[in-house]
């Protein structure tokens, strides 16, 4: 379905309810679903969005399906970290006043999120968990009125636009601190004795009648599991993430897979299954094994094109140091981003196959504008305090820490001279 025909019936089954949040207010609502720390059913969001809607014919009825299939692309957004509030939401350059008028689509946007927001119990919440969720209620409570805005910014349009900008960031740590922080840590020796454990259940069921019934492990030990996996990056990780991708490879047939083909990503089922076979790929790259990482990418990336588990960028990197240089042209020239990882790519693409000419120095200036620190922490300039990153701002060391991670210093080795003429002054 369209986007257009999905916001025509949105905006119609709004019509219909008793509550008539506009589409922007509904857009909002979503994003602020997408933060909260557990997901709630549609059957506890719908009546605290719409109330009663009074449905009078099937075809009506039908605009349910618009409304989830918007709640799933909002849902898919915010997983892929994109933020962004939509178009029409914009701040005025002159007088940020004028975009906070009654039913504007920026204060009916907030309002959306805030209401959302409001489904978090904060008693579950540690102190800075709810620093964060008060940080982001202060920047959508000062966009969610005209009022608002002037008892928080009064005449200084020069902090409106920066609270404006800055917007993204308080969602992004809202996300990562909110929703997917760990507080507990697994020990190595905690980790070894459970994966033994359940290997030795998983070797146990492959010959029950419960198993060959098709009834799968505990969920709540599979979560288990997933997460002591998926923090191991050494080869021992393996054996258990062959167990458990055997487990799910029951029901994740070949017919399964033409069926599903392009959607893996927004099907709870099969999440866990692209997480492992991720995590696999990037110990595969890290071990050196760049080929059979290569293979798995291609495949994850078929399987889910939206990369909402940024494979591509560990891709493009291994594509580079193979020397495999058409297939990273062709990728990119289906790739129209301009985010770092695509950048760094095209930059080592037109340097191998021309040096130092005017469209490769056009990509290093590039770079620089992407982020400061990107040439200076890839050329031992500046230090990174860490190596273990969750969460990057775009423009931030972080990011240049997660380009790393991804093998882009090895990207970088393996194209000759590379370094030299990164460092070098345009």
Known sequence: MSPAKIRSEVIKLSKLSVKQPDYYFIQGYFLGLGLLPDIIMPSQWQPDLLG???????????????????????????????????????????????SLKANMPLPNYCKGALQALKFIDKRSLNKHQKEVLASLNEVLSAFSSEQA?????????????????NYIYFVADALYNIRFIENTRWSDEDEAAFNEQFL???????????????????????????????????????????????????????????????????????????????????????????????????????????????????????????????????????????????????????????GDSSQAKQYKKQLKQLNKHFIKLLTGQEKLKSDDFDFYSPGSKEEVGIYLNSLGKQAWIATEGSLFWLRKKI
């Not at 009506?60 to 178009?87: A, C, G, R, T």
């Not at 805005?149 to 900008?165: D, E, H, M």
């Open 52 to 98: 009663e809607i009074n449905f009078t014919t099937d075809a009506e009825l039908k605009y349910l399906e618009s409304l989830m299939e918007n709640y799933n692309n909002s849902m898919q957004k915010v997983m892929s970290e994109d933020f962004k509030m939509p178009i029409k939401c914009s701040l005025s350059k002159t007088d940020y006043r004028d």
């Open 200 to 354: 030795e259940e998983f070797a146990h069921q492959q010959h029950s009648n419960d198993f060959a019934a098709g009834k799968m492990i505990d969920d709540e030990v599979i979560d288990q599991l997933m997460e002591a996996i998926l923090s191991d990056f050494t080869p021992s990780a393996f054996e258990p993430i062959e167990a458990l991708l055997e487990l799910f490879e029951g029901f994740i047939t070949e017919q399964y897979i033409a069926q599903n083909q392009g959607h893996f990503w927004l099907i709870h089922e099969t999440r866990p299954y692209m997480m492992l076979r991720s995590h696999r790929a990037q110990i595969n790259a890290l071990q050196g094994n760049i080929q059979l990482a290569i293979d798995e990418f291609e495949t994850l990336l078929q399987l889910n094109p939206m990369d909402n588990q940024a494979n591509r960028h560990w891709l493009m990197n291994c594509y580079i140091i193979k020397g495999q240089w058409q297939k990273l042209d062709a990728f990119l020239a289906d790739f129209d981003s301009e985010e770092l990882h695509a950048t760094a790519s095209r930059a080592l693409s037109e340097f191998h196959k021309n």
């Open 149 to 165: 805005a002037v008892k928080k910014f009064a005449s200084n349009q020069g902090l409106a636009q920066s609270f404006k900008k």
